[in-house]
């Protein structure tokens, strides 16, 4: 994945054409290891990041939008220092190094130009960002290596900048001069090692891609060994390495982004050369744009994996919360159950108390309840007297009659709750993009803690008295202008934070359009507020899953596969995948007009009532031709 050496000789080239004369405008750094220069060119602004995280170090031109801190790091500030106007003057390449030297003309503090640099080394966890002054000593660096770090090279203030130590390898041009039949290190291996990692050992600038490419544009097995291969597959492998050799120098760069298959979003790595044989490859027109989608398309899915993992762990904690509380009102309840036997032992002790010895631990009775008369043995607290242990059973009724009715009204909203916790799961598990994560957390952050959010809006509550008092002395100038703006800014947030989670939307057909919510209060929204009486509504069958809505335009009629591909869609985002599936692998959906769809008083978001309905027995699937959001 990282940018090789043969790609930032590319690269080199690309930047230098698009920065040709070039001056600073601004310096950003979004984060501790990323900076953004923004250059003039001409009327023209154009946003270069470099990166210099050690999982993820990049250099590039990008159109993303990057948040500007408040408060700029020393880093950042150094760099302004120096470099705000400056002309850049070329960008250099040490021979196939992943190494960037911009050199800038600048004013110093005399009013004097002279020449000051800035080090991009993009090479994995040694990466760095460094600034130098003209006679090539460190002013700093965003990352500082002493010599506990390292004994061979240290990048700290006022230090001489030298560049990274060379590796045992040789370039490209060391190969094209000599170009014998079979490259050396084909025949001089010392242990047995893998074709590509031979190559990669060997020269200087490739990348694992590049060499992986150069042995199946080989047709040889990516696992065999140097020691497997006879003396025609060497050559083979020698003509193909050439070949590539050659494309490099006459700088035939065609950046390109490759695929594991032809149906993949995100593309596992990209080069500046097209390698015609890696087969699922999409060409684009500049190195850069395939840096910028390749790492955007990463970073987004980096941000919904751990987005995800902290909703799912969350609500794991809260479903076991709940589960908790069931079992423990359903231990209630079942001692609940236990009360009319406690009643009768208590009127059966109360009537026959004669018969109870003093400090007796269990008595036999006549059963009065039973029409056949049989014994009854009850067991008593041998510290209590006889009329002691007759209150103690009607105590123990009258805890057991409390625990009952209370326990039975608990359990309700616990198996409710559950249930809401178990929509939202599954509303979790068919989550695709950060919106739908987003509208998760939001239900999930509104309705986990509601007494909370009560006492929350208590505290803002203020006497009448209290609001006419701020009104006749609003405070010191500008307060009621802060307070404005922030609530403007909350307004904004609001408002932007609803536009970026509507509902997903599938276009079926002209005038024939499904709509799915995101979450439970989507689903509320789409079902109560947004269907019309007469488009059709969907929900898989006794599962937990979206609200599904068939909106259809006056004029145009509805057709049989448009109702099932609604059904599909409303399985697709059901918890199908979590249960055993009937009928083939099909799921049952019911269907009805929303007119006949009902929210139950008090109920949670999601959860309604339906009836007049029709059920549906489809394959989970989404429509091939969708305009989905």
Request: net charge positive; glycine share 4%.
């Amino acid at each position: 994945m990282p940018l090789d050496g043969i790609g930032s000789k590319f690269l080199t080239k690309e930047l230098n054409f698009e920065l040709s004369n070039a001056r600073t405008d601004r310096i950003y750094q979004p984060d501790r290891f990323t900076i953004i220069i923004f250059f003039r060119v001409e009327r023209t602004i154009k946003k270069l990041l470099i990166s210099a995280n050690p999982s993820s170090p990049r250099i590039y031109l990008t159109t993303g939008e990057l948040e500007n801190p408040k408060t700029p790091p020393p880093f950042c500030m150094m760099l302004r220092k120096h470099l705000l106007g400056a002309r850049l003057i070329e960008i250099i390449q040490p021979e196939y190094e992943r190494v960037f030297i911009f050199k800038f003309s600048a004013l110093n503090e005399i009013g004097d130009l002279e020449d000051k640099y800035l080090i991009a080394e993009i090479m994995g966890r040694y990466s760095n960002i460094i600034l130098l002054n003209q006679d090539k000593k460190i002013y700093d660096s965003i990352i500082h290596v002493d010599q506990e770090i390292s004994s061979k090279r240290e990048i700290m203030p006022a230090r001489p900048y030298q560049l990274p130590p060379k590796q045992d390898k040789e370039t490209i041009d060391f190969y094209l001069k000599q170009k014998p039949e079979i490259l050396s290190f084909l025949d001089t291996y010392q242990v047995p090692s893998r074709l590509d990692q031979a190559i990669l050992n060997n020269v200087q600038g490739f990348s694992p891609l590049l060499s992986r490419s150069i042995v199946a544009a080989s047709k040889l097995e990516a696992r065999s060994h140097l020691d497997q291969l006879s003396t025609e597959a060497k050559q083979e492998l020698s003509k193909k390495f050439y070949d590539v050799c050659e494309m490099i120098k006459a700088g035939a760069d065609q950046p390109t982004l490759y695929f594991r298959s032809e149906h993949d979003q995100q593309p596992y790595d990209f080069h500046a050369l097209e390698l015609k044989a890696l087969p699922y490859r999409e060409k684009v027109s500049n190195l850069s744009l395939v840096m910028d989608v390749f790492y955007r398309l990463r970073d987004q899915e980096r941000q919904f994996n751990q987005f995800h993992h902290r909703l799912e762990r969350k609500l794991k904690q809260a479903i076991n919360r709940a589960q908790k509380k069931l079992d423990f009102h359903q231990q209630d309840y079942n001692e609940g159950l236990k009360a009319e036997q406690y009643q009768k032992w208590g009127e059966l002790l109360k009537t026959q108390l004669y018969l109870v010895e003093n400090q007796a631990e269990e008595v036999e009775l006549i059963d009065y309840y039973d029409p056949e008369q049989n014994p009854i043995r009850i067991k008593l607290k041998r510290g209590l007297s006889p009329s002691e242990n007759v209150k103690d059973l009607f105590k123990k009724y009258d805890k057991a009659k409390a625990k009952y009715k209370s326990s039975k009204r608990f359990i309700v909203q616990d198996q409710a709750e559950l249930e809401w916790l178990h929509s939202l799961n599954t509303a979790l598990e068919r989550a695709e993009v950060l919106d739908d994560l987003e509208a998760v957390k939001l239900e999930f952050d509104f309705y986990e803690k509601p007494e909370k959010n009560r006492k929350k809006s208590a505290q803002n509550k203020q006497p009448k008295q209290h609001i006419l008092q701020n009104r006749l002395n609003p405070g010191k100038p500008g307060k009621r202008k802060k307070f404005q703006a922030q609530k403007k800014k909350q307004t904004k947030r609001k408002n932007k934070q609803e536009k970026s989670l509507p509902p997903r939307k599938f276009s079926l057909a002209e005038g024939i359009t499904a709509y799915a919510g995101r979450n439970n209060l989507q689903n509320d929204q789409l079902t109560l507020r947004r269907a019309k009486p007469n488009d059709l509504w969907f929900h898989a069958k006794d599962l937990t899953g979206t609200h599904v809505i068939l909106e259809i335009q006056d004029g145009y009629q509805v057709e049989q596969e448009h109702i099932l591909t609604a059904a599909q869609i409303a399985a697709w985002y059901s918890e199908a995948n979590q249960v055993q599936t009937k009928h083939g692998g099909q799921i049952a959906v019911d269907s009805c007009l929303a007119q006949h769809v009902k929210k139950p008083k008090g109920a949670r978001p999601g959860m309604v009532i339906y009836d007049h309905y029709k059920t549906y027995n489809v394959k989970p699937q989404l429509p091939s031709r969708t305009d989905e959001n």
